[in-house]
């Protein structure tokens, strides 16, 4: 029998459009698995590129920054079970050590020189800041000429902080409170009361003489208000850019000024206090490491520049420096030229088979036992990002081991010195020129207590030792 063809077309039809929404659906899902593959991939590789890129980042470009608190270093004392029982805080349990230091009389606080308020990159045309050092309020703005201006915060009108809340208009600041506007350029003068069309003429705020190089801000501070007579030296690498920024440190250190540079001039130490590797931290005694096969050795050569009239305020330390093995193989050997002009700023200058490059190390004193210690690095291209974060880090571990010492040591006026010992005594004849109070001695009687922080701490009562 033959088929009935008018019948067999419609099953046909049916067959087709059935085999062909298999094959859609087939062909469908085949795509959308493998659109999700593609996705997932997409995805994979784009999390993957953008580590790498963070990393990349990291490595070779993000500068290296630390800040260290002084009472991370030397205070650990006031963790023990006893002070944790008395329910002493820990901030005051530090300043009464502060306070327990045998540190009554001291050369003055603050020494004449140059010292760093700020670091210039924190300081965009046109921004105002506040700022803290030498136990004094200041305001620091940048003017649209790109000059940067200092004065004391407070509004001479009624007193409000010029810092905070100030804008900066031309070279000029204006108080946030009545819009007094203030020329930097014109040595603080009055130059507008929006309200009132007279202008006392005596009204100024105090200006500060400032000097902008080498990435900071300085400014002159002198006992009895006397001109400088030198300046900070400029590094052409640093402000011509030809070397990199690599990084910075930032530490806060509870003793007096003097005590940090007198460092330099100090070599009995650096056998001692920076032998160990710095892999062992800033505390080798406590350290994971004790690496005893290898240690830094040093040798350093404190002399006062007495050769250039001009630049009495410059002593220089050459500083010898290898890395030994087993006690007899000397290797990797780094000399370091260490200038340091005044009171509060240091270069060191290394010379490596890697290339040059520099610490710019500033000092402030926030208040008279209290000092701000700012390093920057620069070096030239050769010596590669991760290398120079490797330095940075290394010397901030070494000069937090001084920071130990130097929180809870005790100026002392009359130090009983060896032979070998004499440059401290030498050292302190050469920093003597940078105080002019009081006449005839150079001690002065600490009269405030130690108190940078924890004024209105809650706990300020309940300590007991
Ligand atoms: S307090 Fe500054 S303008 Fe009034
Ligand atoms: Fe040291």
Known sequence: MGKDLNNSKPETSLQFIDQLQAL???IGNNGSVQCILCNVHILQYTVL???????YWKLFHQPYDLFMDFTELGFEDVDNPENIRNNTSRRNAINEMRRRKKNRKLPPAYPNGWY???????????????????????VVWRGSSGCAYVADAYCPHIGAHLGVGGEVRGECIQCPFHSWAFDGKSDGKLVSIPYSDKLP?????????????????????????????????EIPEINLNTWSYRGRSEMRVACHIQEIPENGADPAHLNVLHSDLVLCGDNPKESFFSWNFIKHVWKANWTPNTDDPNRRHEAIVKVNHHIMLFGWLPCLKINVDIHQTGPGIVALHFNTFLGKAVFIQTVTPIEPLLQRVVHHFYSSSWIIHPLAKL??????????RDIRIWNRKS???????????QTIKQFRRWFSQFYSEPKNSNLVE?????NYFCTNDSNANKLTF
């Open 24 to 26: 859609i659906e087939t």
């Open 49 to 55: 590129a953008v580590a790498l890129a963070y990393l």
């Open 116 to 138: 760093a308020v700020l670091e210039s990159k924190v300081l965009k045309v046109g921004q105002a800041r506040e700022m803290y050092a030498l136990g004094n309020n200041f």
């Open 201 to 233: 003429e005596f009204v100024k705020i105090k200006m500060w003489k400032t000097f902008e190089t080498d990435g900071f801000i300085f400014i002159w501070n002198h006992a009895e208000s006397l001109d400088p007579t030198w300046h900070p030296d």
């Open 391 to 400: 330095i940075i880090d290394g010397e901030a571990k070494q000069i937090a």
């Open 411 to 421: 100026y002392m006026h009359k130090p009983n010195l060896t032979k070998e010992d």
């Open 446 to 450: 600490l009269t405030s207590e130690p």
